[in-house]
T-cell receptor, first 117, second 118 residues
C-alpha cells in the first residue's frame, strides 16, 4: 500500500517569507502522481499543484512550486512570498491505482500553516 | 460552471438514525468518491464508483452505503451501524488528463458536509 508522510503538524512563518512544507511518499508503482491541496477553515479542498512521476521538470503554479526528488521519494511544496491568506491546512496526496483501472488519492496527515503579520 | 455540489453543508443526526448526504456533479466524470475527514486528520476513502450501477468499498466502508443510479449523482448514506459518524465528508471526482502528461490525473472536490450526531 502507498503511504504519504507529512512530518510537520504545524508551521509558523512571517509574512513575505518563503516556506517549505515537507512530504515523503512510499510506493512500488513506477507510475504515480503527487498532489498538494490547501484546506482553509471553510473545509473546501483547493488544488494547488500536481507532479507526475515521469515529469522531468519540477511543477510550478504561480507562487507554488514542487521540489520533486524522486530518488529520495520526497515532494516538498514551496510557497514563495507568503501571504496572510496562505494560512490553512495543507495536504500532500498521492494517486494510487486500484483494481480494474480505478484510482484513489492517499492523503498525508496535513500541516497547519500559520502566516504571522 | 462545472463542479461538484454537496448538500447539506451542515447536518445533525440523532443516535440511531440513517442520514443521506447528497453529491451531484456536472463534470461528466465517471469516477466518484466519498472521503471522511476527522479533526486534524487527512482524508480516508469510504466508497468509490467507476461507472453507473457499480461501486466498491474503500478503506473505511463499515456503517456506510452508497448508490450510483445516475452518472451525475453519488449519494452516501450514514447508517445507524456507523459507531462514530461525526466528521466532515467530502465528495470527489477524478479524471485522467493525458494532456498534462503520462498518468496525469485531476481530482475535484465538493464543499463538504459537516455531520454531527446529537
Amino acid at each position: 500500500a502507498q503511504k504519504i508522510t507529512q512530518t510537520q503538524p504545524g508551521m509558523f512563518v512571517q509574512e513575505k517569507e518563503a516556506v517549505t512544507l515537507d512530504c515523503t511518499y512510499d510506493t512500488s508503482d513506477p507510475s504515480y502522481g503527487l498532489f498538494w491541496y490547501k484546506q482553509p477553515s471553510s473545509g473546501e479542498m483547493i488544488f494547488l499543484i500536481y507532479q507526475g512521476s515521469y515529469d522531468q521538470q519540477n511543477a510550478t503554479e504561480g507562487r507554488y512550486s514542487l521540489n520533486f526528488q524522486k530518488a529520495r521519494k520526497s515532494a516538498n511544496l514551496v510557497i514563495s512570498a507568503s501571504q496572510l491568506g496562505d494560512s490553512a491546512m495543507y495536504f500532500c496526496a498521492m494517486r494510487e491505482l486500484l483494481i480494474q483501472g480505478a484510482q484513489k488519492l492517499v492523503f498525508g496527515q496535513g500541516t497547519r500553516l500559520t502566516i504571522n503579520p | 460552471d462545472g463542479g461538484i455540489t454537496q448538500s447539506p453543508k451542515y447536518l445533525f443526526r440523532k443516535e440511531g438514525q440513517n442520514v443521506t448526504l447528497s453529491c451531484e456533479q456536472n463534470l461528466n466524470h465517471d469516477a466518484m468518491y466519498w472521503y471522511r475527514q476527522d479533526p486534524g486528520q487527512g482524508l480516508r476513502l469510504i466508497y468509490y464508483s467507476q461507472i453507473v450501477n457499480d461501486f466498491q468499498k474503500g478503506d473505511i466502508a463499515e456503517g456506510y452505503s452508497v448508490s450510483r443510479e445516475k452518472k451525475e449523482s453519488f449519494p452516501l448514506t450514514v447508517t445507524s451501524a456507523q459507531k462514530n459518524p461525526t466528521a466532515f465528508y467530502l465528495c470527489a471526482s477524478m479524471v485522467r488528463d493525458r494532456a498534462k502528461g503520462r498518468g496525469a490525473t485531476e481530482a475535484f472536490f465538493g464543499q463538504g458536509t459537516r455531520l454531527t450526531v446529537v
